[in-house]
Structure formats: structure tokens, C-alpha cells
């Protein structure tokens, strides 16, 4: 968990300094105070782009110096600070105890998952974000996730440069199209064992107040070989379409309602939303239980569309997972909460 969090000239927040406890974290404030900062701000401490994927420029005080900085303390004493210069708004720099580091690094010293309401859609979005929601909870049970993916992708948008050119250099695309198979095969082998887990953490779940899923990925599989065979009989077929038409970057994560047998992106949206509560917190728990380190938790006005008995359900299954961090307008909604660290903003 946080012991102490600090932003500098990020979004609405100048200088903001705050030393939350264990367990609930409640930021309220009306709205346009920077509660959903804060909880980007802390979404920044693991790998990619946040929980708003915001470019990087976009992220600093409109009216500061450029650049911004997010520093945090965990319980354990480590140190880690994300940001960037005026100089390079684009460029994000991460340190970890003071040495420099690479974003993936991060994946090592802390697990933060989100839900914000944005996301309330996922189950009809596209493909692309369901897998940048399963590799984020993917990366919270194997930090590694971070490197393979970040390999892959790169050695991936070369292939498609390199296969642009008119006469590409056989060797060089072999050389690329060997690393994606490596990181590919990795990457979609962790994918694949997330999801395992977390299918039967679900099935085992008795039925209640959130409804059940089923999870299964679709799409591509295969192992390192047959990824490069496949790339290299597909060279022609991919310098025409302008990209790389076959590997893990391909598949999509299916959800099912379990109770109601349907796919998720049938059931109505308050199903969905109930469905994707249910999907986090029972794969917070998983990865309690499995990396002996809870994951940081950031839930966004998730108190807000909840019945009162919902909301004291939730919260109780919310307590033994450390640090969830909750947004709100009302201090009203987190009443049935005994002990907080509450912010107002």
C-alpha cells in the first residue's frame, strides 16, 4: 500500500501531499475538485498509460511550469516517483529508489488495478480494450507480463515498418518476427493462465448480490514455432494490409453471464457494470492470495450507483484487500464504512 503520495503540478493539483492508512482511502469533494486525478495519479505507479490513457503532455498544469511529478512511498519503504520534464513532455521518467528505471519496473513493486465509469462500456468496446484490461490483470499476478508485451510490440511495429520498405532485408525480418515469437508466446501463455485463474475463481463464487462470469479468450493460439511460421508465410499478406495480421495481439477476451447464460455485451448496463464490479474484486482477491501482496485498489464513484445494502455488501468484501482507494461527491455514501482515511478536496 501508499504511505504517503505527493503530485506536483499534476492536472488541477499544484502541490498535494497525502499520507493515507491502510485499508479505505475516500477522497470526496464536488465535482472538478481532482478526485479522479488523484486516483490517475496513483494508476501512473504501474506500467502504461493510466487510467484515462492520457498522452503525457496533456497530464501537467495547464497554467505550471510543464512537466509533473507523482511520488509515493510504500509501506515497505520503497520509493517510487513518475513524470516528466518540461523539456520532454513526452518522455516519462521513473525512478525507483532514486535510480533510474523503465516503466515495467514498477510491475515489481506494486499491483494497482481500477474501475472507473469510463470502463462501463468494456464489454461492447473494442477488442484492443478488453486486452489492455486482461494485460493489467495479467501484469498484477506476473510482473513479467510487462517486458514480454512491451518486446513484443516494439519488434512488432519494426516488422511493419521494415515490411513498408520495397525490398525488406530477409534476415533483419527473421530476426524481428524470432523476437515476436519469443515475447508473443510468453505474453499469450500468461494471458491464457490469468484467465484460467480467474474463471474458476469466479465459478467457485457462491451466487449473490453480483452477478457471475465465465471468461475464455478467442482469437489467436499457438506456440513460439507456429507464431513464426506464421509471420513469415504471412509477409506479403501483412505489407498489404499495413499490419501484422496474426499473433496474441490478435485474440479478445470473451465474457459470459453465467446465470444468465449470454454474452456480457447482451446483458443491460446495469448487468454489465455489476458483472465488471464482480470481475475486479474477485481477481483483487486472487491476487491477495496468490502474490501475498493485495493489490491497490481504485474504484471511482463506484459507491454512487449502489443501493445502500449493495454498497455495505461491498464494502465488507472490499475490507481484507488493503488499500482500495474510493471516489465520491457525498461522504454520506461511504457511511457504512467504520474506519477511512477520508480527503477532502
Same mark, same amino acid.
Given at each position: 500500500?501508499?504511505?504517503?503520495?505527493?503530485?506536483?503540478?499534476?492536472?488541477?493539483?499544484?502541490?498535494?501531499?497525502?499520507?493515507?492508512?491502510?485499508?479505505?482511502?475516500?477522497?470526496?469533494?464536488?465535482?472538478?475538485?481532482?478526485?479522479?486525478?488523484?486516483?490517475?495519479?496513483?494508476?501512473?505507479?504501474?506500467?502504461?498509460?493510466?487510467?484515462?490513457?492520457?498522452?503525457?503532455?496533456?497530464?501537467?498544469?495547464?497554467?505550471?511550469?510543464?512537466?509533473?511529478?507523482?511520488?509515493?512511498?510504500?509501506?515497505?519503504?520503497?520509493?517510487?516517483?513518475?513524470?516528466?520534464?518540461?523539456?520532454?513532455?513526452?518522455?516519462?521518467?521513473?525512478?525507483?529508489?532514486?535510480?533510474?528505471?523503465?516503466?515495467?519496473?514498477?510491475?515489481?513493486?506494486?499491483?494497482?488495478?481500477?474501475?472507473?465509469?469510463?470502463?462501463?462500456?468494456?464489454?461492447?468496446?473494442?477488442?484492443?480494450?478488453?486486452?489492455?484490461?486482461?494485460?493489467?490483470?495479467?501484469?498484477?499476478?506476473?510482473?513479467?507480463?510487462?517486458?514480454?508485451?512491451?518486446?513484443?510490440?516494439?519488434?512488432?511495429?519494426?516488422?511493419?515498418?521494415?515490411?513498408?520498405?520495397?525490398?525488406?532485408?530477409?534476415?533483419?525480418? !527473421?530476426?524481428?518476427? &524470432?523476437?515476436?515469437?519469443?515475447? *508473443?508466446? %510468453?505474453? /499469450? +501463455? #500468461?494471458?491464457? =493462465? @490469468?484467465? $484460467?485463474?480467474?474463471?474458476?475463481?469466479?465459478?467457485?463464487?457462491?451466487?449473490?448480490?453480483?452477478?457471475?462470469?465465465?471468461?475464455?479468450?478467442?482469437?489467436?493460439?499457438?506456440? !513460439?514455432?507456429?507464431? &513464426?511460421?506464421?509471420?513469415?508465410? *504471412?509477409? %506479403?499478406? /501483412? +505489407? #498489404?494490409?499495413? =499490419? @501484422?495480421? $496474426?499473433?496474441?495481439?490478435?485474440?479478445?477476451?470473451?465474457?459470459?453471464?453465467?446465470?444468465?447464460?449470454?454474452?456480457?455485451?447482451?446483458?443491460?448496463?446495469?448487468?454489465?457494470? !455489476?458483472?465488471?464490479?464482480?470481475?475486479?474484486?474477485?481477481?483483487?482477491?486472487?491476487?491477495?492470495?496468490?502474490?501475498? =501482496?493485495?493489490?491497490?485498489?481504485?474504484?471511482?464513484?463506484?459507491?454512487?450507483?449502489?443501493?445502500?445494502?449493495?454498497?455495505?455488501?461491498?464494502?465488507?468484501?472490499?475490507?481484507?484487500?488493503?488499500?482500495?482507494?474510493?471516489?465520491?461527491?457525498?461522504?454520506?455514501?461511504?457511511?457504512?464504512?467504520?474506519?477511512?482515511?477520508?480527503?477532502?478536496?
Amino acid at each position: 500500500m501508499l504511505s504517503r503520495l505527493v503530485l506536483t503540478d499534476f492536472r488541477n493539483h499544484d502541490a498535494l501531499a497525502l499520507t493515507p492508512g491502510a485499508g479505505f482511502v475516500v477522497l470526496t469533494g464536488a465535482n472538478g475538485a481532482g478526485k479522479t486525478n488523484v486516483l490517475e495519479a496513483v494508476s501512473l505507479l504501474a506500467p502504461g498509460r493510466g487510467l484515462r490513457r492520457a498522452a503525457l503532455s496533456q497530464i501537467a498544469r495547464g497554467d505550471g511550469p510543464g512537466g509533473f511529478g507523482v511520488a509515493a512511498t510504500l509501506a515497505d519503504g520503497v520509493e517510487l516517483a513518475t513524470g516528466t520534464l518540461a523539456s520532454a513532455p513526452e518522455r516519462r521518467v521513473v525512478r525507483v529508489n532514486g535510480a533510474a528505471a523503465n516503466a515495467a519496473a514498477l510491475a515489481e513493486r506494486a499491483a494497482v488495478l481500477w474501475l472507473t465509469p469510463a470502463m462501463d462500456r468494456l464489454f461492447t468496446d473494442t477488442a484492443g480494450e478488453r486486452r489492455r484490461f486482461l494485460d493489467r490483470l495479467t501484469l498484477a499476478l506476473e510482473p513479467a507480463h510487462a517486458r514480454h508485451t512491451a518486446r513484443y510490440d516494439a519488434a512488432m511495429r519494426d516488422r511493419n515498418r521494415l515490411l513498408a520498405d520495397a525490398a525488406p532485408d530477409a534476415d533483419w525480418l !527473421a530476426a524481428l518476427e &524470432a523476437q515476436m515469437a519469443q515475447h *508473443g508466446c %510468453a505474453l /499469450d +501463455a #500468461a494471458r491464457h =493462465r @490469468t484467465v $484460467a485463474a480467474l474463471d474458476a475463481a469466479l465459478a467457485a463464487q457462491p451466487a449473490g448480490a453480483l452477478p457471475r462470469a465465465r471468461l475464455a479468450l478467442e482469437g489467436w493460439r499457438g506456440d !513460439a514455432g507456429a507464431l &513464426a511460421d506464421a509471420l513469415r508465410a *504471412g509477409r %506479403a499478406r /501483412d +505489407a #498489404a494490409a499495413g =499490419r @501484422t495480421l $496474426a499473433g496474441p495481439h490478435r485474440v479478445d477476451l470473451a465474457v459470459t453471464h453465467v446465470d444468465k447464460v449470454r454474452p456480457a455485451a447482451t446483458a443491460s448496463t446495469g448487468e454489465q457494470k !455489476a458483472l465488471l464490479l464482480g470481475l475486479v474484486l474477485a481477481h483483487a482477491e486472487l491476487v491477495a492470495g496468490r502474490v501475498g =501482496r493485495a493489490p491497490v485498489l481504485l474504484l471511482d464513484e463506484v459507491a454512487a450507483h449502489l443501493d445502500p445494502a449493495r454498497r455495505a455488501a461491498l464494502f465488507r468484501r472490499l475490507e481484507p484487500l488493503g488499500q482500495t482507494w474510493m471516489t465520491g461527491t457525498e461522504p454520506a455514501l461511504f457511511s457504512a464504512i467504520g474506519t477511512a482515511t477520508t480527503i477532502a478536496l
